[in-house]
């Protein structure tokens, strides 16, 4: 499904590379759940960029369903993007004049589905994370959490093959946390999602089956979640 080879990564500041990722490797079976974790500044967010292709790695190669993305051009890394991969971001990321169903439909308005195609599968989405009764409203009618689920609907109504999330909790409260990780592990459960979630949460980490961890740019543990190791 997804297969990380010897990926490493420096931001340029003008002559200067600062290496934020060094030779990271590791493999995600499909219908996996992983959390991803290291503390501020370890290159989580980093590694999951690359892994979405939002952008380009220094070195090493990402395969995704068996294509190369580092590889592809623009065009067909976008075109790539929009039928393979799903992100849900921190800040939900919803676009404020388009009611909840039409943020869920904009995807597939790129695939040129059809309407009443968009419509069916963005209501029976919005139906199965909760937020059946919404569909009309706008984001800012909607909680917090409310508008993570909605995210979450979007990240799935293209069927990725694997859907990325960079600390989809981190804006909400601890209840409403706890309800966000119960629904991404239904979705993973019952619709075989695969998903890599980027968290400090240590219930994610505690429920994910496994875990990777960074530190200073390497990847310092892969397995069962076996507590803190600091
Ligand atoms: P995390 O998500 O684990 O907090 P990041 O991947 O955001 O970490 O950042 C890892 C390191 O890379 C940090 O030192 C950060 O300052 C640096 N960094 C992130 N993005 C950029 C960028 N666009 N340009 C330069 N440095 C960056
Ligand atoms: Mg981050």
Redesign the pocket.
């Given at each position: 499904m997804l297969a990380v080879n010897q990926l490493s990564h420096s931001?340029k500041?003008g002559v200067e590379a600062?290496p934020?990722l060094n030779e990271i490797d590791f493999h995600i079976a499909k219908g996996e759940m992983v959390a991803l974790l290291?503390s501020?500044?370890?290159?989580?967010?980093?590694?999951l960029n690359l892994m979405a292709g939002l952008m380009k790695p220094t070195t090493g190669s990402i395969l995704i369903d068996g294509s190369p993305i580092e590889k592809m051009s623009e065009n067909q890394l976008a075109e790539f993007r929009r039928s393979h991969i799903g992100f849900i971001f921190q800040s939900y990321e919803l676009i404020p004049h388009l009611t909840v169903r039409e943020n869920v439909e904009l995807p597939l308005v790129f695939q040129a589905v059809k309407p009443k195609e968009r419509r069916d599968k963005a209501v029976s989405l919005l139906t199965k994370v909760g937020l059946g009764e919404k569909t009309e409203m706008f984001p800012s009618q909607l909680s917090g959490g409310q508008q993570q689920r909605v995210s979450i609907a979007r990240s799935l109504v293209t069927e990725p093959a694997i859907v990325f999330a960079d600390e989809p909790t981190g804006n909400l409260d601890t209840k409403t946390e706890k309800e966000i990780i119960d629904l991404l592990i239904e979705l993973n459960g019952t619709l075989g999602i695969t998903f890599v979630i980027?968290t400090h949460e240590l219930e994610v980490a505690r429920r994910a089956r496994r875990v990777i961890q960074?530190r200073d740019g390497r990847l310092v543990e892969d397995g069962a979640w076996a507590g803190e190791t600091g």
């Open positions: 931001f500041n600062t934020v290291g501020s500044g370890s290159g989580k967010s980093t590694l980027v960074l």
